[in-house]
């Protein structure tokens, strides 16, 4: 043990080694980071994030505010605690200055998340929870016992209590390993739960593979999200001792008193050599005493009260320790760290400095209620305890042991017990008659706690060293400067000193924070209340919370049944909603460009296909599934013929433009509706909505068939004599088969819904098969070789050559019908259709509403950007520059031998013919507005 | 995460239902006899009280059925559920 | 359809290898059940036509949420107050459609052949349930979610609807989904079958 100065006689484990601010160290299998630098007489061990102060271990959990360290190895992870970095070999890390550094590597780590239902979590697994766990566990609940440490036991694992006669931390890991083989039990070890919100949702971290560095086993999620609905919660979550504003109070050496009392007994680390305690309430004399025990020397204990309780009293003169009471440390002196104690009597009388490396600190115990809290829960302050506890909550949560303020050991057990009993009967089982709990030994009599916040400096002192928080550098000299600017509510003065916002969220300083602005202010801190306690409880990795939604799972990726034929065939995607597209297929040696005006070229002149499955499609069925139509389409469906399609138009009840689409009539009472790729589910979802709030008379019913069918668009002049090859038994003559006709035949062998549709302009076709045979109907197209497969960026091309807009692209929620140049589509027979009220509105009559025009831009090569606006004048006058629209579609056109726009423009249709000026960068760049139809406007190319 | 009593599938994570607004808004009976104000209002403006709301939910990632909720704005505390064409129940 | 001479691929075809190789553990069975018949049926519950339907096929449509109703080589699935989804094997739509139409007998009902828009993908063995709780937000527990429970749901990030077996459960998935959630069920196995 020569390697570890403070290490205890007696310690045992594996010695595992690991390098800390480049220097190589031992400590024990069962350390934390923090213990084993302490081992190792390491004090300062971070420096603080504004100040440069160097600072020490200061807590022994998650509360830690000072020694914040980065991991370096094996995989770089910034802002832990030392004090919950469990130690494995090999672990190399660093002291931090306030802040660490993200990895710039990606992290191999699997992540992930999981569901978990429950009668009961209990959260904590000290006395209270095992308590409250083992009554319920035993009745047949399902439950989950949560706890953030490697061993259940909480305050019994830093304490030398005894219960049924054995060691706390037996009996409580003894417990839990009993409960932990019911079957409806689960014991979640190494588990924070940081979140508590509605209708007890509960999130939960599991850090399952962390402590195991280089070891962890790759395949296994080195964190895990918890996302429990429980029927009912325990909070045993206990408490947070706090420390006490004083000169120097961030030195390292300064540590609180129940921490050292952690170390020396779970640990096995002395944390000092010779101690000064202060305190002011009866907690820190268990640790005086149990570090005395250890063999640090207790060179005095400085009791802000007149008298602690008389046991530990005499326990202190058994030892020879000089008790102090009446005192207050004023600072603590030393270069670097703690060489020396002032301690002077509270009110006038001789200051003495008292020499000594460490000072134990006990400003009382807060309970930890973060959870109850977020969960909804109101606080009352208890003036016994100094600190604000539970009071009322709506949800079914409950607050056990030291959370709610019950502070023996005893007592802690018993209300765990009842919470229980009360949660069972919540949950519906049956309650025991009786249950027990294990005999804890007799507690000294406590004496009352005086709460002392703040130790008055000399007059000459300005505060600035007194800290209230640690992890921001704040002090009492920031707090005393905010409510000298005014500042009177807690929730300011966080704001303005920053107090509370570091990473520890104030555990161990936010009640201290709230009581120096109330003594400041001079009223109660009762009174004043606290900050709001938000989610996360404790700091989460991104990668915990991003789980295995990362990479390829990010989000879901659509496909169709024709995906790997393109994958095969070099397409370059474009993702559309969810789906994944064929954008392009350039050949070898294109660009984008010279692959699109090729596609389109062949889309124009000759023959190309499309896949074009992604369009939602939805099966309306119904007696009165026209008059269902008629009422949402803005043209009229129910004179549609069966056998024929119709284009349609859907508007909101503001007039506006929601998807459009076709609609096939397949039978009097059956209908199919197309509608665009990223509106299919809202487009359902709509009809629902209608039909059951509105019109649950109608007899219709919607079914969405989107993925039933597979879709190839066959385009072009010679469209037909493919079609005509591929379905010999189909007539494709114009006569046989119009226009907005549909036909069911087999292509390619594959029984077929043909529809003689085109988003082109062109001769067209859509062939529907069953997606099951979508990719055999796509290859059987492509096997002569003759057929182009064009992409969607094609398909844009060819649709706003002809004036076609597409929802959500040249639309965007505030156009109208009538905007688009679609007057022809808006019904004047029907009495009333969905927006149709609204087109009389003064609103969408208003003579200068945007159009859609097209824009010719003077230069033909000049490609303008999507989005860019359009003003008046050659020259840009200062601002603001009123703008008259903007561009929705920029293409290169193969058919007009230039480039073009559609754009949304005030009084569009009347400035056809005008010069406008659309900036771009530096430039002004001219463009002519034109119809926005701009290829075969007499519509002479779609029969072929 | 609201956990939503869907009145046919049961309890259900907030996340599979989707929102609608205030409930009790009805399609008018004749929109074209509506002066524009009325219009307007029909289609703009909606309650938002503290306090209990009747609103409309989806429960679109499962039976995809339209109805109505008592919620409580300040507390989410959900005081009733129930049917579309059903009246908005009595409650605390 | 079935008969065509074309060739029938189902939506998960690609992952045939990948599902075995993660199934020789034997804790956990993934495996695509391609081309059953599903068949979307909506009717008033309390119509003749309803109950001419259950007879018809054989099997009462259910009435109690998230339950299914079996008989014969068909299950009935409860969607919604008014919906259900009927499920048969490869090939039986065609005959299912026609019998259901005739028992309407003139009354409002929808039926559609939906057996391409989703494909079922299996997921069995002891360790199913802890699987698919990695993306379902539902209690999966047996005594909650046993053998004639079905579900809406969320699995990951994809609409699925669930039907409950005794150490299974089937999860029938859109079929522009099926790629998505057959990786997705691929990661969440790594840990069962790997760790044996």
């Known amino acids: 043990m020569s390697g570890q100065p403070y290490r205890r006689e007696g310690a045992t484990g594996k010695t595992l080694r690991f390098r800390f601010d480049g220097r190589d160290y031992e400590g024990l299998e069962g350390d934390t980071l923090a213990s084993a630098l302490l081992a190792n007489g390491v004090r300062a061990v971070a420096s603080s994030i504004k100040l440069g102060r160097p600072r020490g271990v200061y807590a022994a959990g998650c509360e830690e505010p000072n020694a914040l360290v980065q991991i370096e190895e094996p995989f770089p992870e910034p802002m832990l605690t030392a004090t919950t970095v469990e130690l494995y070999d090999g672990l190399v890390a660093t002291g931090l200055p306030g802040q660490g550094r993200l990895a710039d590597r990606p992290d191999p780590a699997r992540y992930d998340a999981v569901h978990a239902h429950c009668d009961v979590l209990v959260v904590g697994a000290g006395p209270a929870g095992i308590a409250a766990a083992g009554v319920a566990a035993r009745a047949g609940a399902r439950v989950i016992l949560a706890d953030e440490r490697p061993a259940p036991g909480g305050s019994l694992l830093g304490t030398t209590e005894t219960l049924d006669g054995r060691p706390g931390h037996e009996w409580a890991a003894a417990e839990v390993a009993a409960l932990e083989a019911l079957p409806e039990v689960r014991v979640l070890r190494r588990t924070s739960v940081i979140g508590h919100y509605d209708d007890n949702y509960v999130i939960a971290v599991e850090r399952r593979t962390n402590h195991l560095g280089a070891a962890a086993p790759a395949h296994v999620a080195r964190e895990r999200v918890w996302r429990i609905r429980a029927k009912r919660v325990v909070l045993a979550t206990g408490g947070h001792e706090r420390f006490v504003a004083f000169a120097g109070n961030d030195l390292p050496g300064v540590m609180l008193a129940g921490a050292a009392r952690t170390y020396v007994n779970h640990y096995r680390v002395l944390p000092g050599r010779r101690a000064v305690v202060f305190t002011t309430n009866d907690s820190a004399y268990a640790a005086a005493l149990d570090l005395a025990d250890a063999g640090v020397e207790i060179a005095a204990i400085a009791d802000v009260r007149q008298a602690p309780g008389e046991t530990w009293a005499a326990r202190c003169a058994e030892r020879g320790i000089e008790l102090l009471t009446g005192h207050v440390v004023t600072a603590a002196l030393g270069e670097g760290e703690v060489s020396s104690v002032r301690v002077a009597p509270r009110g006038d009388g001789q200051a003495r400095e008292i020499p000594a490396d460490l000072l134990l600190v006990s400003g009382g115990w807060t309970p930890v209620v973060h959870l109850f809290s977020q969960a909804g829960g109101t606080l009352r302050y208890d003036e016994g305890l100094g600190a604000f506890v539970p009071g009322e909550i709506r949800q079914a949560v409950e607050a056990a042991g030291f959370a709610r303020g019950v502070t023996t050991l005893r007592g802690c057990l018993e209300d765990g017990a009842q919470a229980g009993r009360r949660a069972l009967a919540a949950a519906g089982f049956a309650v025991p008659s009786e249950t027990s709990v294990p005999a804890a030994e007799e507690e000294p009599a406590a004496a009352p706690a005086e709460h002392l916040w703040l130790v008055e400096a000399p007059g000459d002192d300005d505060y600035g060293a007194h800290f209230v928080d640690l992890q921001r550098d704040v002090t009492v000299a920031d707090v005393l400067r905010a409510v000298g600017a005014g500042l009177s509510s807690v929730e300011h003065v966080k704001r303005y000193t920053t107090a509370g916002t570091a990473h520890d969220q104030g555990k161990t300083s936010g009640l201290l924070t709230s009581a120096v602005v109330a003594h400041a202010l001079g009223v109660d801190v009762g009174e004043l209340g606290t900050t709001t306690f938000r989610a996360p409880y404790t700091p989460v990795s991104f990668a915990a919370l991003a789980g295995r939604d990362r990479g390829h799972l990010h989000d879901p990726i659509r496909v169709t049944a024709m995906h790997e034929w393109h994958v095969a065939h070099g397409a370059r995607f474009e993702n559309v909603g969810q789906w994944k597209r064929p954008w392009y297929y350039p050949r070898p040696g294109e660009d984008m460009e010279a692959a699109v005006l090729r596609e389109c070229r062949a889309a124009r002149e000759d023959v190309a296909a499309m896949d074009a499955s992604t369009l939602g499609k939805i099966d309306v069925v119904g007696p009165d599934a026209a008059v269902f139509l008629d009422r949402l389409y803005t043209n009229m469906m129910s004179t549609l013929k069966v056998g024929s399609i119709r284009y349609g138009v859907m508007c909101r009840a503001d007039g506006m433009v929601f998807d459009d689409g076709t609609v096939i009539r397949l039978a009097d009472d059956r209908f199919l509706v197309t509608t665009t790729t990223g509106n299919a589910a809202a487009v359902l979802d709509w009809m629902e909505e209608w039909l059951q709030t509105e019109w649950p008379d109608l007899r219709v019913s919607c079914t969405s068939v989107t993925e039933q069918w597979a879709t190839v668009a066959l385009v072009g002049p010679r469209s037909r004599e493919v079609l005509a090859r591929l379905a010999p038994g189909l007539a494709v003559d114009n006569d046989s088969f119009p226009f907005m006709t549909w036909r069911e035949a087999e292509v390619a062998g594959i029984p077929a819904r043909i529809c003689r549709i085109s988003f082109s302009g062109e001769l067209a076709y859509e062939i529907n098969v069953s997606s099951w045979y979508g990719l055999a109907l796509w290859e059987a197209v492509m096997a002569s070789g003759e057929v182009t497969p064009y992409g969607t960026e094609t398909m844009h091309v060819l649709r706003a050559e002809k004036g076609y807009p597409i929802v959500g692209q040249d639309t965007d929620g505030t156009v109208t019908p009538q905007d688009l140049g679609m007057e022809w589509i808006v019904s004047k027979k029907k009495a009333d259709f969905i927006g149709k009220r609204s087109f009389a509105r003064a609103d969408t009559s208003r003579p200068d509403r945007k159009q859609l025009v097209g824009l010719l831009p003077e230069d033909p090569g000049v490609l303008l950007p999507e989005g860019a606006h359009l003003v008046e004048t050659s020259s840009l006058p200062e601002p603001p520059v009123p703008t008259l629209g903007f561009v929705t579609s920029s293409y290169r056109s193969a058919a007009l031998g230039r480039t073009f726009a559609l754009a949304l423009v005030s009084r569009g249709r009347e400035r056809i013919g005008e010069r406008l000026y659309a900036p771009v960068g530096a430039e002004l760049v001219p463009v002519t507005v034109t119809s926005h139809v701009l290829y075969d406007p007499e519509g002479a190319r779609r029969d072929g | ?92 | 359809m079935a008969d065509s001479a074309a060739e029938r691929r189902s939506p998960a075809a690609a992952y045939a290898a990948r599902f075995e190789a993660a199934s020789a553990g034997g804790g956990l069975r993934l495996a695509e059940i391609p081309f059953l018949t599903q068949v979307d049926l909506r009717v008033d519950p309390k119509s003749p036509a309803a109950e001419r339907i259950g007879t018809a096929i054989g099997v009462p449509l259910p009435v109690e949420p998230g339950t299914v109703a079996s008989g014969g080589d068909l299950e009935v699935l409860w969607l919604g107050p008014d919906e259900w989804l009927v499920l048969g094997p490869d090939g039986a739509a065609p005959d299912l459609v026609a019998r259901i139409a005739e028992a309407a007998g003139g009354e409002h009902v929808s039926v559609v052949d939906v057996s391409a828009q989703r494909t079922t993908l299996a997921v069995a063995g002891e360790r199913a349930r802890d699987v698919l709780a990695h993306g379902c937000a539902l209690d999966l527990h047996p005594r909650v979610f046993g053998p004639g429970r079905c579900a809406q749901t969320m699995l990951a990030r994809a609409n699925v609807i669930l039907v409950a077996g005794e150490d299974d459960v089937r999860v029938l998935v859109r079929s522009s989904f099926a790629g998505y959630l057959a990786e997705w069920l691929l990661d969440a196995s790594v840990e069962y079958v790997a760790g044996g």
């Open chain 2, 1 to 92: 995460m609201l956990l939503i009593p869907c009145p046919w599938c049961g309890p259900r994570d907030e996340a599979e239902f989707h929102y609608g607004g205030q409930a009790h808004i009805a399609y008018p009976d004749n929109p074209a006899a509506l002066s524009d104000e009325e219009w307007a209002r029909y289609l703009f403006f909606r309650d938002n009280p503290k306090g209990p709301f009747a609103e409309r939910w989806s429960h679109t990632a499962g039976c995809r059925r339209w109805f109505n909720v008592v919620r409580d704005t300040a507390t989410n505390e959900i005081h009733a559920v129930y049917r579309v064409g059903e009246p908005r129940p009595v409650t605390a």
